[in-house]
């Protein structure tokens, strides 16, 4: 298992970002996600230019995202469709942050 830290994390977010198979740990998920959270909170401070900024580092992060998040689902033996799961109203977000806070299961792991 590869134990990411902070800027290591982030990197392999930006290197990977059309990478589609293979997997993500807790931290190559949660890190670009504390990462984007704190960029985002920095740009709110600029007023209404910081708004536009804030939707263009969005639009900048958006395969990327779904990329790692599809990569995380895989860690964790589900689907990478399971990230649709997030169009669901209000529960469907809490359950996906409940599905990236899993731990990871081996591979050739049967539910």
Same mark, same amino acid.
């Not at 993500?24 to 670009?32: L, N, V």
């Given at each position: 298992m590869n134990n990411y830290t902070f800027l290591e994390a982030?990197?392999?977010?930006y290197r990977?970002?059309?990478n589609f198979d293979g997997?993500?740990?807790?931290?190559?998920?949660?890190?670009?996600v504390l990462y984007m959270v704190i960029v985002a909170c920095v740009l709110?401070?600029?007023?209404?230019?910081g708004v536009i900024l804030s939707?263009?580092?969005s /639009?900048?992060? /958006?395969?990327?995202?779904?990329a790692v998040g599809i990569r995380r689902m895989h860690d964790?033996?589900?689907s990478g469709w399971w990230i649709l799961i997030n169009l669901v109203p209000f529960i469907g977000g809490i359950w996906f942050i409940v599905l990236c806070a899993t731990p990871t299961k081996e591979p050739g792991y049967q539910a």
């Open positions: 982030v990197k392999a977010f990977n970002w059309n997997r993500a740990t807790r931290a190559e998920y949660w890190y670009p709110a401070l600029f007023g209404k230019f939707y263009a580092f /639009l900048v992060n /958006l395969v990327p995202s779904i964790i033996g589900k």
